[in-house]
Every structure is written in C-alpha cells, then in structure tokens.
C-alpha cells in the first residue's frame, strides 16, 4: 500500500483594502462614544468647511477632526483644552488613526472664560446686544412665562414675590439649568413660549435660576439659547445667578435682573401702589365733578333769576350799554380835544415860504463855501511861492554867481577835495553859465613825490 503525501495548504494572502477594513472595525468597536481631553494645536480649516486639528498632551498626539456643521465648531481656537466627544476611527488613505469630534466642551474655566469672550464678540458683531433691538416690558403683564428648575428656592421665590405683588396668572415650564441638555431644553422652552396662541402665550418671560460657577451656568451661554433669546417676540428677563454672575443670555434679553426675586419685581407693578393711585384718581375725579356741579349750580340760580324777571335782566343790559355809549362820547371828545391841542403846537408854514427860505440859506452856504475855497487856494499859492523863493536862496546856482566854481567827475561825483582829484583823468567845472572840461596836471613838487 501506498501512502500519499498530503498536500500543503496555500497561505491566506490579504488585500490592503481588507486589511484596512478590519482595523477599522476593530478600533471603532473598541473606542466609540469616548471622551478625550487634550489640547487644541496645528488649526486648519478646510474651504470645504470641515476642521482638522490634533489633540495633543504631555506625551502623545492624535489627529482629529469636526465635519461641517459640528456644534460651536467656529469657536475652536489654537491652544484651546477641550474634552472632545466622538469615537476613534482608521484613515486607509495615510495608514493612519485619528477621532471624528462630534462636539466639544471646554476643560477648566480659564478655557470656559476663553471661548465665552470668543462667542460674545462673534454676536456683538453681529448686532444681538444692541439696544435698538430691547423690547419694553409690559405696565400690567396678564400672564407671565417662567423658564427655570421646578425644585429649588428660585421658584419660590419668585412665586412668592408675585403674591405679595401682583397676582396674576404665571405659566411655568420646568427645565433643566444646568449639565447636558440643559441649554437645549432652555431654548425649546422659549420657542414653545412663543408658539402659543394668543390666549395662552404669556406677555413677559422670565428665565431665572440660582448663582454658581462658571460652569454651572454655561448652559445660559448657548449659542443657540442666546439665538433664540434674541428672536422671541415675548419681552424676555434674564436673571441667572446672583448681581455679580454674567451670561451671554444677559446681554441678549431685553432686561437684565440681578436676582431672580428682582426679575419678579421688574415684570409686575406693586397692587397695593395701583389702588391708591386709583382711590388718588378717583378722589381727585370726583372733586373735580363737584366743584363743576357747584359752578353749574350757580349759572342755573343765577339764569332762575333772570327767567323770573326777564325785563329786569333786559333793563340791566341796555342800562349797561348805556353807560358804555356814554364814555365812549366822552373819551372821542376828550380825544379829539387832546390831538387840537397838540396840532395847534406844530408851526406849519405854507410850503412856498419854506422853498425861499431854503432857497436863501442855500445861496448863502453856496457863497460862504466860494469864499473860503478862494482863501485856501490863496494862502496856499502864497505858500509855494515861498518855499520856492527858499528853494532858490539855497540853491548852489546863487554861489556860483558870485564866481565860485563847482568840480565833479564826469559821472557826477563831487570832488570836494585834493585827493579826489585823478591826474590824467578829466573831469567838469560848472560855472554860473556852463560847463567846462578840465585835467589835473601835477606840480613840480607833487612831480617829484610821484617819482
């Protein structure tokens, strides 16, 4: 018998795909729905909209990512600790692991304080703080709406506020104020508010809970809670924490309370101020009504007694007119007497009298101004003539004709002196009838100087 030898088994050969595959169904099975913390570095955000970064901390890194339209994936910022949600998969194209973000929260309050500054300049920017958009509170709220925890002191408080103050119809909606779905349940509370029919739909908002940290009121942060603040068409009262504690939902609503005790004070008028501003009206009213019913009174006696008597009446009247006619007469005379008087004081002259008599004094005026005219013109003559007799004795023409001569360059220039003379070089003496051209010639002496 022949034994055969068995034949050998081939060995499995894998494809990359398969293989990439199965690496990705191990690690999404192992780490989905995880938590990791880590801090935000090397940015990048994709035309197409979606966020690569990498979470890193002491000792390793991780790349991740936000697809387009993950929740606050515009306040990511480099440097940023988050604590990041989402599970941990394979990216075949690079061999390589990384976590799908599908939301995010900050880790510790420097990082809370961080992205709250970042979205609250994002919505001044685009306008939601602005006071233009503050709406009025009701004077007397039929209905009030009230969003907070049904348990705890801040729900008594304010009902019991209200009771002392104004009771009125209040319409609660209990929510969460704090931890995961928190906000979301806030900001579905305000849109249900505001979708009710006219009846039912309250005419003032209240959203209030108790102080805490930064944390505990994050919630009052929400983007989407502030977004839905600043659409509601209901006046809207933010009173979260206590004076000192800030919410971006604070500077969204139309009033701000320091405590939700004062939010309950701010929506309503206080009764009691009400009746007495109306028992103060009223008192008011009806002095004014007595006081109109007396002067009635009065008119009807007084027209009682002129219906008795209508002659009477009538007699009275044209006794009145009378009278009246009498010192009308007396002050047209007195009148007319006071403006005779004043006419006889005005010396009215017939007009042809005051022509000559103007006439005269111009003819007057026109000779006494040819007179003086001539004696300026006189003594001014005299004066020329003076000056010019002066003029004329001063003149160097007077010396010259008493035989003195005058020695000056051909240019003019004065030569008052032996040492402006320049021999060889001509120069002018004038005389009394002209001129004539001379040149210096040295004597033997000034020759022999010159030598």
Request: glycine letters at 6%; charged letters at 25%.
């Amino acid at each position: 018998m022949t034994t055969l030898n068995p034949v050998p088994e081939e060995p499995t050969i894998y494809s990359v795909s398969l293989i990439s595959k199965a690496l990705r169904d191990v690690v999404e099975g192992q780490f989905s729905g995880i938590r990791v913390k880590g801090e935000v570095t090397g940015l990048k955000r994709h035309t197409s909209g979606h966020i690569y970064f990498a979470l890193k901390d002491t000792e390793a890194v991780m790349d991740a990512v936000c697809w387009r339209g993950t929740k606050q994936v515009d306040l990511l910022r480099e440097g940023l600790e988050i604590i990041a949600y989402g599970k941990i998969t394979t990216y075949p194209g690079r061999s390589k692991y990384q976590m799908i973000v599908t939301h995010f929260e900050p880790s510790g309050e420097g990082a809370l304080l961080q992205l709250l500054l970042q979205l609250k300049e994002k919505l001044r920017q685009e306008g939601l703080f602005e006071e233009r958009y503050k709406k009025k509170l009701p004077a007397f709220p039929k209905r009030i709406g009230l969003i907070t925890s049904p348990t705890g002191a801040v729900l008594r408080d304010i009902m019991h506020r209200l009771r002392e103050r104004y009771p009125c119809s209040v319409l609660i909606k209990p929510v969460l104020v704090q931890g995961d779905g928190a906000a979301l349940q806030v900001t579905e509370a305000i849109r249900l508010m505001n979708a009710l029919e006219d009846h039912l739909r309250p005419d003032v908002l209240i959203i209030a809970r108790g102080g805490g940290s930064l944390e505990d009121l994050f919630a009052f942060n929400d983007e989407n809670l502030v977004r839905a603040a600043f659409e509601s068409r209901i006046p809207l009262i933010s009173a979260i924490g206590h004076e000192t504690d800030f919410t971006l939902l604070d500077f969204v609503a139309d009033v701000r309370a320091p405590t939700p005790t004062a939010a309950a004070e701010l929506a309503t008028p206080v009764l009691t101020d009400i009746r007495f501003k109306v028992l103060d009206a009223y008192t008011r009213l009806n002095q004014a009504v007595q006081n109109i019913l007396k002067h009635q009174t009065l008119k009807l006696e007084r027209f009682e007694q002129i219906l008795k008597d209508p002659l009477r009446y009538l007699f009275d009247k044209q006794q009145k007119l009378d009278d009246w006619g009498e010192r009308l007469q007396f002050g047209i005379q007195h009148t007319f007497v006071q403006k005779r008087l004043q006419l006889g004081q005005v010396d009215v002259k017939p007009p042809r009298a005051m022509m000559d008599l103007a006439t005269i004094k111009l003819t007057h005026s026109s000779a006494q101004l040819r007179q003086n005219f001539d004696n300026k013109i006189s003594g001014l003559l005299e004066k020329v003539h003076y000056v010019g007799r002066s003029l004329e004795n001063m003149s160097y023409k007077k010396t010259l004709s008493r035989g003195f001569c005058l020695a000056h360059t051909v240019k003019g220039d004065i030569i008052a002196s032996l040492a402006d003379v320049r021999y060889s070089t001509p120069f002018v003496l004038e005389l009394v009838d002209g001129t004539v051209d001379v040149k210096a010639i040295p004597s033997l002496n000034q020759q022999k100087k010159l030598f």
